[in-house]
């Protein structure tokens, strides 16, 4: 093993870890270790406020892991303690005593998310209310190496429906289709919705567009998390309203499988090549900026 395979993680002697492969930033206690119990999803929602709220560390974009994100801290080939004294697969950078298991960003249905155990590299779903199988969470942030201007203020949301992204220079509609028109869509009846809105010139604009899958994924912020149409957990930039779609069709489709496209998932960051008839929650529309005179 190399010298750089084994500084994978940096101790940063703030009480947080510097993940560098990944480019995350995990604390270095999870909350078994903080508070002393176990705790549910929604407590772990909780958590990430307060730190964020106290800046802990300098920083106030603590979040609950995404479920790959637990994944990347199970190392088959490490050992350490947890609280009831039982071997688990984390780097010993990381405290001993803590939990087995950690919650995750994924959930189904609004009442049950995924939690991930770090004895045996298992995931399972747990309802949210959950608090006495072991429930933990140790809080991430993903480990941005270039502060911005604080002056600097990325979403204004307009008075016309729409929301600037300053950062990606792109203009969203703040409502997705499914607020619209109250059903899933097929890409081709998201394709459709992009031709009304540019025949009633929606805003003043003709050039609403299905975003691509990178433009899509630029506004899932797992810091933020908001409710969907069914009162389930989605994560978007603070500025989007909730009772979105859980996911929106994108327009990136793929090279060699005909009829088949991306449709990008605000419930976990993840996406998927999908075929084009079926039904996604929404669409999101968009256009460029530098398009305005």
């Avoid at 607020?179 to 009304?196: F, H, N, P, R, S």
């Avoid at 899509?216 to 989605?234: C, E, R």
Wanted: glycine share 8%; aromatic share 12%.
């Amino acid at each position: 093993m190399t010298e750089s395979t084994k500084l994978k993680y940096i101790d940063n002697g703030d009480g947080t870890v510097t993940d560098a492969k990944h480019g995350i930033m995990w604390m270095k206690n999870d909350t078994w270790l903080e508070l002393g119990e176990l705790i549910t999803w929604h407590d772990s929602l909780e958590l990430a406020r307060k730190k964020n709220e106290e800046k802990f560390a300098g920083y106030n974009n603590w979040r609950i892991p995404s479920a790959s994100e637990a994944k990347y801290l199970f190392d088959l080939e490490t050992t350490n303690t947890d609280v009831e004294g039982c071997e688990i697969h984390i780097d010993p950078v990381f405290p001993a005593g803590c939990g087995f298991t950690t919650w995750t960003s994924q959930t189904r249905g609004a009442k049950a998310a995924m939690s991930y155990d770090f004895r045996s590299d298992y995931e399972y779903w747990l309802a949210k209310e959950n608090d006495g199988f072991p429930s933990a969470v140790r809080l991430v942030r993903a480990d941005e190496s270039e502060e911005e201007d604080p002056e600097f203020i990325r979403i204004e949301k307009r008075k016309d429906g729409t929301i600037v992204d300053h950062k990606t220079g792109l203009l969203w509609k703040a409502d997705d289709s499914y607020m619209d028109l109250d059903k899933w869509v097929t890409w081709e009846e998201a394709k459709t919705y992009m031709i009304e809105l540019n025949r009633k010139q929606f805003a003043g604009y003709q050039d609403w567009r299905m975003p691509t899958r990178k433009e899509a994924q630029s506004i899932y912020d797992p810091s933020n998390p908001i409710t969907d149409n069914y009162g389930d957990t989605i994560f978007l930039l603070k500025g989007f309203s909730p009772g979105a779609g859980q996911t929106s069709w994108t327009k990136t489709l793929h090279k060699t499988e005909r009829g088949t496209a991306i449709r990008f998932h605000y419930y976990n960051g993840d996406f998927k090549w999908n075929p084009m008839g079926l039904r996604s929650h929404g669409v999101r529309a968009v256009r460029n900026l530098d398009k305005d005179s």
